[in-house]
């Protein structure tokens, strides 16, 4: 199944708005466009997918745009056009091809019939290629609640709130009749010009039928998988009404086992390439078991941004990676380990705490996730107890009880789902591969992103330094290199305490704020038996 084999060639480099031509790839190659090139959504996945003996290629960083920039989406189908013969399989945002990216996807004017197009890209695709699987995905347009335009239209910087509420309580009235939600709806929208609210009704009206269009596609044939993930979602909404009309047409159309629709987005490149290369290389379905450190807090929660219980993204995420959950531990191939503190979580991002006091797992469960590893067995740990970041408890309590590079997975970074999928991923892509350096460093990656700097260093930056990071009293070259100053050497530290051989060389901010973060690593050790200096 081509574990621990050797490091596919790098992807020649391209420039920006030029047709990228087709270059030789190896046999074992899969096709891909993320949502946009932060490396934890593009080459991040990349380096999975090589643990596994495949190369994933994606277009280079710089032909994706830049978070409101769109990508130059002629120069990327013509890519996709050129390169599609060498590919054993794609995978595919429908939100870059279409619009530029995600973000953009929130704002860009172009009519619906330029972008009805500009889908006509996966008919042609599957005309040339009938024998090769195309995987694609599409978000449902996310809703925020906070009146910050940063990625979203310049109006939502004084209407967002209300435009959320005015969405959350009409859809909320819509289900349950609610005669205050009625009150509160109205209350909002009287709040917002009719300018803007025909605008945004008609962005979300648009980007639905796209969607819509691209489940046709499905039942003709032309995509074989397609995934709908929700967004940063709540409970109701405009994105929640899109959701039950999505479902009510995947039911209808009979394409319940093509279509899956949940929370999550930035995961879901992760996600499918795992599935495809499971698929292409003929694997049975990974069977994973699940165990909780709180299971009474698991069992309520209903993670932050999400639509529904936690439970049902776990379940929603491992079918996505092609998995099947097992109620008998004895038969399973992983064991998923979920971690929370309590039914709500923190949010490391909008300082929200824990509602109760942090504590750590307790002795029992530890010692049965070590006893589960001491009998062979494969374990993964998806982070819960807060959004945007790990629980350092969690981690120091873990690396006491079991050496951290043996792990199969651990992912602790935003959404509940984003944690989900990855990790699933990550396992996945790694069976019989858990000693290879490749996913060593991966997984050294993962801690340090996900737990060293998003639930630490990333905080000591914000409130530390305030004045320089939210007051906009710095350039990007002197953001990235306070952030490498101050994360580099404590995270190499960590990292080396904790046995893991890979460590920091090089900090990046692909979107020039604090809130992500890129990482390069490299071995603490050379081939040779030498401290790397790299």
């Not at 081509?2 to 790098?10: H, I, L, N, V």
């Not at 691209?214 to 709540?234: C, F, K, N, S, Y």
């Amino acid at each position: 199944m081509g574990r621990g084999s050797a490091r596919p060639a790098e992807p020649a480099p391209t420039q920006r708005g030029a047709p990228v031509t087709a270059s030789p790839v190896a046999p074992r190659t899969l096709l891909g466009l993320p949502v946009d090139g932060r490396p934890v959504v593009r080459e991040q996945v990349q380096a999975l997918v090589q643990v596994a003996g495949w190369q994933l290629r994606l277009p280079e960083v710089a032909a994706l745009g830049h978070l409101r920039r769109p990508a130059d989406r002629d120069a990327l189908r013509l890519w996709l056009l050129d390169e599609a013969p060498a590919a054993a399989g794609l995978v595919l945002s429908l939100d870059m091809l279409l619009y530029g990216g995600l973000v953009p996807s929130r704002f860009i004017d172009d009519s619906p019939a330029a972008l009805a197009a500009r889908l006509e890209t996966l008919v042609e695709l599957k005309r040339r290629h009938p024998g090769t699987p195309l995987f694609a995905f599409a978000a449902t347009m996310r809703i925020s609640n906070n009146d910050v335009a940063e990625e979203e239209k310049p109006y939502w910087a004084a209407h967002g709130r209300q435009l959320w509420l005015w969405s959350h309580e009409l859809d909320r009235h819509a289900c349950t009749g609610d005669p205050e939600a009625l009150r509160a709806a109205a209350e909002a929208e009287a709040a917002i010009p009719e300018a803007v609210r025909a605008d945004y009704r008609a962005t979300r009206a648009r980007n639905h039928a796209l969607t819509l269009q691209a489940l046709e596609l499905v039942d003709q044939g032309v995509i074989d998988r397609l995934v709908l993930p929700q967004d940063d979602t709540a409970a109701h909404g405009f994105n929640i009404a899109e959701r039950r009309a999505l479902q009510q047409r995947v039911a209808a159309r009979g394409l319940s086992d093509r279509v899956l629709i949940y929370p999550g987005a930035d995961e879901v490149l992760h996600t499918l390439c795992a599935h495809l290369v499971a698929r292409l290389e003929q694997r049975p379905a990974l069977r994973v078991a699940i165990t909780a450190s709180d299971p009474a807090g698991l069992a309520q929660m209903q993670a932050r941004y999400e639509d529904r219980p936690v439970l049902q993204s776990v379940a929603a995420q491992v079918a996505a990676v092609g998995g099947r959950l097992v109620e008998d531990r004895r038969e399973a191939d992983l064991l998923l380990a979920v971690h929370t503190q309590g039914a709500v979580q923190g949010d490391w991002a909008m300082q929200i705490p824990l509602p109760l006091a942090s504590r750590g797992p307790g002795e029992p469960w530890l010692e049965e996730l070590a006893a589960w590893q001491r009998g062979g067995g494969a374990l993964a740990v998806a982070d819960l107890a807060y959004a945007n970041g790990g629980d350092p408890l969690l981690l120091e309590a873990l690396a006491a009880t079991l050496p951290l590079p043996s792990l199969a997975a651990y992912a602790g970074w935003n959404t509940a789902s984003n944690t989900l999928g990855s990790a699933l991923a990550q396992a996945v892509l790694a069976q019989g591969a858990l000693a290879t350096p490749a996913h060593q460093r991966n997984l050294a990656l993962r801690l340090a992103e996900d737990l060293l700097y998003q639930a630490v260093w990333r905080q000591v930056l914000r409130i530390g330094h305030e004045a320089v990071v939210r007051d906009g009293g710095h350039t990007p070259q002197s953001l990235r290199a306070l952030v490498a100053a101050l994360f580099t050497g404590p995270a190499n530290a960590w990292l080396q305490q904790h046995g893991l051989g890979w460590r920091v060389c090089e900090v990046s901010l692909p979107w020039d704020r604090s809130f992500e973060i890129g990482l390069r690593m490299a071995p603490t050790v050379s081939p040779e038996g030498e401290p790397s200096s790299a």
